[in-house]
């Protein structure tokens, strides 16, 4: 392993040990967690309460698999769809909002 790999796995587990945590603040409310950095525990993230999961992957040029945290789920598409049909309808009511 070089030094490169050290440092990167190093990050890793730190970012994967539960001691980093990422919240979603605006002015319109509290802080939501969006990622808590655990597996398990009572706090939940805004994604895992809206039955998001996935992972990270990293590769290299050739689209070979360096590095993976997580667990990259597969799609699903009725999710996908769901998920892409509300954000068109959002966008929609925004144009019309903005246009009209």
Do not use: H
Request: no cysteine; hydrophobic share 45%; glycine share 14%.
């Amino acid at each position: 392993m070089s030094v490169f790999d050290d440092i990167t796995q190093g990050l890793v587990d730190y970012a994967t040990s539960g001691k980093v945590k990422a919240y979603a603040k605006t002015n319109l409310g509290p802080a939501i967690p969006v990622y808590t950095g655990s597996t398990g525990g009572d706090e939940t993230g805004l994604l895992s309460a809206l039955g998001v999961r996935g992972g990270i992957i990293v590769t290299d040029a050739d689209g070979k698999t360096l590095y993976t945290i997580g667990d990259p789920a597969p799609t699903d598409p009725v999710r996908s769809l769901v998920f892409w049909l509300l954000l068109a309808v959002v966008a929609v009511l925004l144009l019309r909002g903005l246009l009209g």
